[in-house]
Every structure is written in structure tokens, then in C-alpha cells.
């Protein structure tokens, strides 16, 4: 079946511009995942959805991070007036309920560049 | 959240067998223990997920000992596709942090021919 998708999967973007990141999770699963990955760096917790809300918003680095969820579907995360510093790989991940013993499937990823 | 140690780097060859062995000394009791594969350019990849004892799949098999503090992946006879980066992940047992849990860098396995 289909798994996680990730769009774009590049993205060049000049510093001070707003950037949104799309993730179309697998059908039926409740709990969405975004997480960043600086090169050669193991993967930094951002925002977690269940359903359509987001219990846990702590990984968010600044105010200028944003995420949403609808339909317990698509989700998408903004970066606002992005920096240099957020040049990186943002992975999507989905599983089918919010559990430890639940594994995370996970997108490719869009690698975002800030010039 | 119960933090990891593994071996930043392990190198092998073709045919071998791998144990890569992660410490989680806070691993609390309702912890399950996750290991992901993670290739260059893609999302990690879920491998085999455990308890307690042993657990076996098609991959691999993920050996824990009584007192949990560590696990061991074990990957029989391998190839040069297994050549990529492995997270060996710990819950915090309240069942709804998972994605919380803390990936680290890894330990990156090469595999010579």
C-alpha cells in the first residue's frame, strides 16, 4: 500500500521567506509525526498530532514554526521568515495509534534549503 | 524520557554476523524497545521491536536480558545493502510520547565486501 509522502521533497528558499512543508500520512493512522534532521545529526522531535490536534507541541524550536492536521489527514508545517539555521531535512512519520508498541512510518523527507 | 547509548560507528563484512548493542539504563517498565534503519535520503525504517527475552523476524532478532538496562540487535550474515544508520529507540512507557522518543545519531554500520 501506499506509505508516507512528503512534498516537495527539495526546497530552495532565500532567508526571510516563508516555506510550508506537506505530509500525507498512511490512510487510517491516527498519530502524525514531524521530526528534523540536521546533516549527519540523529532526529530532533518537532510536533506530534493525534488526530487533529497537537498534545504536544514542546519540540517546536521557535514561534516561527507552525503545524496543522485536517481531515485526520494531511498535515502541513510552516516556517515563517525561515533562517539559515532551519536548512535541513523535516520528516514526516505516521502510525496507527500514538503507542509505544505502535512503529513509526516515516516519509523521505524534504530537504530545505535557506540561502 | 529514557536516553540510548550505542557505538557511533561499526564497521563489517559481507557474510558476518552484526550485534549492535544499545544501553537505556532509565528504561522504565512499560518501555518497549524499538530499533530503526535509516538509509542516505530516506526516512528511518522500522526494523523489530521488543520487551523482554527475544524477539526474531525476517531482519533481524533483538535480544534483551532480564534487567532491560540494554539490548542487542542482532543482524545475521550481512550484505552491503545493511550498510546505513541504526536507532536503537526507548519509550517512556506512558503511551502516548512516542513521538518524543529520542532517535541520538546512531550507530552507523558499514559493511565492506
Known amino acids: 500500500g501506499a506509505g508516507v509522502s512528503q512534498s516537495p521533497s527539495n526546497k530552495v528558499t532565500e532567508k526571510g521567506k516563508d516555506v510550508e512543508l506537506r505530509c500525507d500520512p498512511i490512510?487510517?493512522?491516527?498519530?502524525l509525526y514531524w521530526y528534523r534532521q540536521r546533516l549527519g545529526q540523529g532526529l530532533e522531535f518537532l510536533i506530534y498530532?493525534?488526530?487533529?490536534?497537537?498534545?504536544?507541541k514542546s519540540g517546536l524550536p521557535s514561534d516561527r514554526f507552525s503545524a496543522e492536521r485536517t481531515g485526520e489527514s494531511v498535515s502541513t508545517l510552516t516556517i515563517q521568515r525561515t533562517q539559515q539555521e532551519d536548512s535541513a531535512v523535516y520528516l514526516c512519520?505516521?502510525?496507527?495509534?500514538?503507542?509505544?508498541?505502535?512503529?513509526?512510518?516515516f516519509g523521505n523527507g524534504t530537504r530545505l534549503t535557506v540561502t | 524520557l529514557a536516553k540510548t547509548t550505542q557505538p557511533i560507528s561499526m564497521d563489517s563484512y559481507e557474510g558476518q554476523e552484526v550485534n549492535i548493542t544499545c544501553s537505556h539504563n532509565?528504561?522504565?517498565?512499560?518501555?518497549?524497545i524499538t530499533w530503526y534503519q535509516q538509509f542516505p535520503s530516506q526516512g528511518p525504517r522500522f526494523i523489530i521491536q521488543?520487551?523482554?527475552t527475544k524477539v526474531t523476524n525476517e531482519v533481524a532478532s533483538l535480544f534483551i536480558p532480564a534487567d532491560r538496562k540494554s539490548s542487542t540487535l542482532s543482524l545475521p550474515r550481512v550484505s552491503l545493502s545493511d550498510t546505513a544508520v541504526y536507532y536503537c529507540?526507548?519509550?517512556?512507557?506512558?503511551?502516548?510520547?512516542?513521538?518524543?522518543?529520542?532517535f541520538g545519531r546512531g550507530t552507523q554500520l558499514t559493511v565492506w565486501p
Open positions: 512519520a505516521s502510525s496507527l495509534t500514538p503507542t509505544d508498541n505502535s512503529p513509526l512510518h
Open positions: 521488543g520487551y523482554k
Open positions: 529507540l526507548v519509550g517512556d512507557g506512558r503511551g502516548s510520547t512516542l513521538g518524543r522518543l529520542y
Open positions: 490512510s487510517g493512522h491516527t498519530a
Open positions: 532509565n528504561i522504565a517498565t512499560n518501555d518497549y
Open positions: 498530532f493525534q488526530g487533529n490536534s497537537a498534545p504536544d
